[in-house]
């Protein structure tokens, strides 16, 4: 199948500073990228849809001034956790839809608010 | 609006065993569905997914669901367990003619396998 790369695995950052996560599809063409957010031991939540070239989609709940997602290419979408604080730490996961509209994830990022 | 039920958060069976892990949907059209995996601080890889056809899909790793819309269910299931199956599992639905930003998981049902 096709493959996801998500940087960094892990990061853990000072409150108030900004975390940029990268979703990058290596061997096929994402016009459709997504953003999952997964509290520990639950299951995972959408937080916005990603089209290249244009701005992102957020689901109803999610702040789109902290969470900035930028998809300046084909292969590439960014997650920007602005002014981090505690309460979003969790485990965020992107996924990139193929021409035969299915859907690969990355392996996630942990991030981590001290 | 649609919805899926994991029944079950835990399950434990030991290696060699049956592995069944039941997931029921609601949806008001037929729906597509799925079974994805999740190892720790992993993404979700695909196991198996029904979209039409035939109902007894068969998916990676030896795992095969059912789809039986009578029952409203999806079940996952493997003739005898590994060690390497401990993870977590995901089913979700989405409508045909949703996209991918509709696609909705179950709370999902981590799988202990034991020697």
């Known amino acids: 199948g096709a493959v996801v790369s998500q940087h960094p695995s892990r990061v853990i950052c000072k409150s108030g500073t900004s975390v940029k996560i990268e979703c990058r599809s290596l061997?096929?063409?994402?016009?459709?990228m997504f953003w999952y957010r997964q509290f520990p031991k639950q299951s995972l939540m959408l937080m916005a849809t990603?089209?290249?070239?244009?701005?992102?989609?957020?689901e109803q709940g999610v702040e789109k001034d902290k969470f900035l997602i930028n998809h300046a290419s084909l292969t590439l979408s960014t997650l920007t956790v602005t002014s981090a604080h505690p309460e979003d730490s969790s485990f965020y996961i992107c996924?990139?839809?193929?021409?035969?509209?299915?859907?690969?994830f990355g392996q996630g990022t942990r991030l981590t608010v001290v | 609006a649609q919805s899926v039920t994991q029944l079950g958060s835990h399950v434990s069976v030991s290696e060699g065993a049956l592995v069944l892990l039941r997931c029921n949907y609601s949806?008001?059209?037929?729906?597509?569905l799925f079974w994805y995996v999740q190892y720790p601080n992993q993404g979700l890889q695909l196991l198996l997914k029904?979209?039409?056809?035939?109902?007894l899909v068969k998916g990676i790793n030896g795992f095969e669901a059912e789809f039986k819309k009578s029952e409203t269910s999806f079940h996952l299931t493997k003739p005898s367990a590994h060690m390497s199956d401990a993870a977590e599992y995901f089913c979700?639905?989405?409508?045909?003619?949703?996209?991918?930003?509709?696609?909705?998981f179950g709370a999902g049902t981590r799988l202990a396998v034991h020697p």
């Open positions: 979700a639905v989405r409508n045909p003619s949703g996209g991918y930003n509709k696609l909705i």
């Open positions: 061997d096929f063409q994402a016009t459709t």
């Open positions: 029904y979209t039409t056809g035939a109902t």
């Open positions: 996924s990139a839809i193929d021409e035969r509209t299915e859907a690969f």
């Open positions: 949806s008001s059209v037929p729906p597509y």
């Open positions: 990603s089209n290249e070239g244009s701005k992102a989609t957020y």
